[in-house]
């Protein structure tokens, strides 16, 4: 069925500033870190309800879960999901982290941004999904097939490691996953990640390293005869800064070079320092390209410390992946980016940007289901200028962006779930 150009207008005309501004802070104003996201699902779930859509509470682990909302096709129609995560990057408890967008307790300033930990990564976008849906909803337009909404939990990059256990460090997807393998049947995707309205049909992978370094006891008093774990971990990281850069030259990909990021040391007895340190570990995240293996990352990694062992004998290190999960493309020919990118020049008069990005995201998942799914978000406009992310102040959102990114995302809605199956 096609949908009419007087459709699309009654649509695009529901769709309300103030609404979207009042669920986004409403989201935001529900603490929902890693594995404390109940809450902010069982809103979720109420409010889909109250526009009339079929929602379920689907249980992940013991109170974790996806709200689930859907607006039920006709039939025969290409089912749409619109997937984002519930859970935030920052809880609001970080004392190192004082700007007021990495705490859940949302504001506006010059009634133009939202901040608020989750109003950009990414509780916009889901409210910008719900008003979408909302509109086509209210609009009486009836279409062929699902339109499916899911705030999922559990998707931030943490992972489990050493003594870090639990619900806090479960993510990297597994919502999404619980999500696609158990009820959820969908023909392609659409991901709000703050991509400010780029088109991002690909993502590199992700690879967490650990390097093991052990050294010899000894007090202070014969500490020149040990072998000090911290200052052969230091020959390593050395080593690794010339590797990194020699790394992203070689594995470039549709112009853009995967970062590398040398994040943690831990080492020693801090409460014991008259003691030489026996062990010392550094982490690192390793951003995979699309058409690379996590495979043939840790054989070149096998050989780097291994050359390393032979020019400094003393060196004992051991190399662990504690976390991994490979890149993702979906063809730029795809369907769901061509919607996106029609609905996109619908609204903004030109041309959308197309171009991969360094973080992680859930389409790795879903496109790995036979599920094409492309990032687009609303969000990711810096109220200083620019985009990306602000280290001072933290998370925002243009409430313009966010307006203009739902009227997107309800055209390309009407588009994919318009069109008929076939066969």
């Not at 509470?57 to 519930?86: C, P, S, V």
């Not at 967490?208 to 072998?227: I, Q, S």
């Not at 004998?313 to 504690?322: D, G, M, N, Q």
């Not at 978000?377 to 203009?404: A, K, M, N, Q």
Request: aromatic share 8%; proline share 4%.
């Amino acid at each position: 069925m096609a949908v009419t150009s007087e459709q699309k207008n009654k649509v695009l005309a529901n769709i309300r500033r103030e609404r979207l501004i009042e669920l986004t802070r409403a989201l935001v104003d529900i603490p929902s870190a890693t594995g404390h996201e109940a809450d902010c699902a069982r809103f979720l779930v109420e409010r889909m309800r109250e526009i009339g859509l079929k929602t379920e509470l689907q249980e992940i682990a013991d109170n974790r879960y996806n709200a689930i909302g859907i607006l039920k096709g006709t039939g025969r129609g290409l089912n749409l999901l619109f997937d984002g995560h519930l859970d935030t990057s920052y809880s609001g408890k970080e004392k190192v982290l004082e700007g007021g967008g990495y705490k859940p307790q949302s504001y506006l300033v010059e009634n133009e941004w939202i901040y608020g930990a989750g109003s950009n990564n990414m509780k916009s976008a889901i409210a910008g999904y719900v008003e979408a849906v909302r509109a086509i909803k209210e609009a009486g337009v009836a279409l062929p097939g699902d339109v499916v909404i899911a705030g999922v939990s559990g998707e931030i990059e943490i992972g489990p490691v050493d003594e870090f256990q639990g619900c806090d460090y479960a993510g990297h997807g597994i919502g999404t996953l619980q999500l696609i393998r158990h009820g959820i049947a969908v023909d392609c995707a659409i991901i709000g990640e703050p991509t400010f309205f780029q088109v991002t049909p690909w993502h590199f992978g992700t690879v967490w390293v650990a390097f093991r370094t052990k050294g010899t006891m000894a007090h202070t008093a014969w500490a020149d005869r040990a072998v000090n774990a911290i200052d052969e971990t230091l020959i390593i990281h050395a080593a690794l800064k010339q590797w990194i850069e020699g790394y992203r030259g070689r594995n470039i990909y549709d112009g853009m070079k995967p970062n590398v990021n040398l994040s943690a040391i831990r080492g020693g007895w801090p409460w014991r320092v008259a003691r030489t340190p026996v062990f010392c570990d550094l982490f690192m995240d390793v951003r995979l390209s699309p058409n690379m293996t996590v495979m043939q990352l840790k054989a070149e990694l096998d050989e780097f410390l291994a050359e390393l062992k032979r020019a400094h004998p003393t060196l004992k290190s051991e190399l662990e992946f504690y976390c991994a999960g490979p890149g993702t493309v979906v063809p730029k020919d795809s369907f769901v980016i061509g919607a996106i990118s029609r609905a996109h020049q619908d609204v903004f008069g030109t041309a959308p940007k197309v171009g991969g990005v360094n973080f992680y995201s859930d389409a790795a998942y879903l496109n790995r289901f036979d599920i094409p799914t492309v990032n687009y978000g609303l969000s990711g406009r810096l109220r200083s200028g620019g985009d990306g992310f602000d280290p001072h102040d933290g998370e925002h959102t243009s409430i313009t962006d966010l307006v203009e990114g739902t009227k997107v995302y309800a055209l390309a809605a009407l588009d994919i779930a318009s069109r008929r199956r076939s066969g």
